[in-house]
């Protein structure tokens, strides 16, 4: 039987690959160089409050709103929370304001964890929180803050945060400012 195409004795030539492999590489390089950014992006999920805005009604829950108020270095954690006994109708609402008192180096933010989580364990579905910032706290407290309602990604709090001026809001309830 005679063959169609004669064997081949000697082995292939690998250089147009590795050329090819060279040419993909630098064409590769620029391009990934030009698109990296040395700076760590993220993004932060925040739901501005605008004027005339409300927190829509929730049936059911037992806390109906949460507000945390940043001046300065203090800390008011205020909650709305329905009383839930046998006398109680749907519009009998009790305020509780609880005040973390700052540590020499800032904000407590681990206290503030310990409030949310407790308020977070009341009402495992409430996932509103309101941040009130003061005109005079800086923006990398405000994003600590922030932080800290929001919880870590093993144990998350409250995943919808909103962002309201300080201004608007006043003196926080209970400071006396």
């Not at 049936?59 to 008011?76: F, K, M």
């Not at 310990?114 to 407290?141: I, K, Y």
Request: hydrophobic content about 40%; some cysteine.
């Amino acid at each position: 039987m005679k063959r169609l195409l004669p064997l081949r004795t000697q082995e292939a030539d690998v250089r147009p690959v590795f050329m090819s492999i060279m040419a993909l590489m630098f064409m590769l390089l620029p391009c990934l160089l030009l698109t990296t950014s040395l700076q760590k992006l993220a993004a932060v999920d925040i739901q501005l409050e605008y004027e005339g805005a409300a927190t829509p009604p929730r049936d059911g829950s037992t806390i109906q709103e949460l507000q945390v108020h940043v001046r300065g270095a203090n800390i008011l954690l205020r909650a709305a929370i329905r009383r839930t006994d046998l006398g109680a109708g749907p519009e009998d609402i009790t305020w509780n304001e609880t005040s973390i008192p700052p540590l020499e180096t800032g904000p407590d933010l681990a206290t503030l964890r310990d409030h949310l989580s407790a308020f977070h364990h009341l009402d495992p579905q409430r996932q509103r929180v309101t941040v009130l910032p003061g005109d005079d706290v800086p923006t990398s407290r405000v994003m600590a803050v922030l932080d800290a309602v929001r919880g870590s990604t093993r144990t998350p709090l409250f995943t919808q945060v909103t962002l309201a001026s300080g201004s608007d809001a006043g003196p926080a309830p209970g400071t006396g400012e």
